[in-house]
């Protein structure tokens, strides 16, 4: 089971009447209209309602960040490949998806995840090992996202490259010095955008596959963005750009 907490995340998730409910759990003497109307719809879809203290949601849900609702429904379902290229955004000519190298907080992928889906990716790329996975935590920091938006979890990252080639995606890899400035680049064209791990970026073997390495331009001295930070200014860079048509 996957347990999920927020009071966003989960009324978002009822709004979508997805199947695979267990119950929802309210903190006794939790009020307002979001909260109401959660129990409406769950009512309404005759999801099991408790009504517990707000410590047992606290060790329900492995955190006090809960809000007064936590739920619990079926694991969450990865996406697969077709999924993923058949959700091109239908306001861009081209495909653009992200690849996620060996990102371990979940409070990074959560965000990262969060500003792909606002700037219309068609989804996000995640390796089974090293690498954190789609929890409540990234749900919750995600807005729900993750709901909204394919993510695929994949065996080997460079095969997945070499495979997304083959369809016509050119592969742009973030990198922390000694990329091309993302200013130059052309990026009116299927993109996978590549972002490394926290500690150590992109790893050398997927680095190789990469037909680009860019760079932001930063005129200070410190050199190291936060990886979700870097991944909304690179996808907003690529965006714009193509608007301009440069």
């Not at 939790?30 to 949601?57: H, N, W």
Request: proline share 3%; glycine share 8%; aromatic share 6%.
């Amino acid at each position: 089971m996957e347990i999920i907490y927020g009071i966003n995340s989960i009324r978002d998730l009822l709004r979508r009447h997805q199947d695979g409910w267990e119950k929802i759990i309210i903190a006794s003497g939790r009020t307002g209209s979001s909260v109401k109307e959660i129990i409406d719809i769950a009512q309404a879809e005759k999801i099991p309602l408790e009504f517990y203290d707000r410590k047992r949601l606290t060790k329900m849900a492995g955190t006090p960040d809960h809000q007064g609702v936590v739920a619990f429904r079926k694991s969450f379902i990865y996406a697969d490949m077709d999924q993923l290229i058949k959700n091109r955004n239908r306001q861009s000519a081209f495909d653009l998806i992200l690849i996620l190298d060996s990102i371990v907080d979940p409070q990074n992928l959560g965000s990262i995840i969060r500003t792909a889906y606002c700037m219309g990716a068609n989804g996000v790329i995640i390796p089974e090992d090293r690498s954190a996975q789609v929890t409540a935590a990234v749900n919750k920091t995600s807005a729900g996202s993750v709901q909204h938006i394919p993510i695929v979890k994949v065996v080997n990252l460079a095969n997945t490259i070499d495979d997304l080639k083959d369809k016509g995606f050119w592969i742009f890899g973030a990198d922390t010095r000694g990329g091309q400035n993302i200013k130059d680049m052309d990026f009116n064209c299927s993109v996978v955008l590549v972002l490394g791990s926290e500690a150590k970026g992109i790893r050398p073997l997927v680095k190789q596959k990469c037909d680009f390495l860019i760079t932001i331009p930063l005129p200070g001295d410190f050199d190291s963005l936060n990886v979700s930070v870097a991944s909304g200014i690179i996808l907003f860079e690529m965006i714009s750009r193509r608007r301009r048509g440069v």
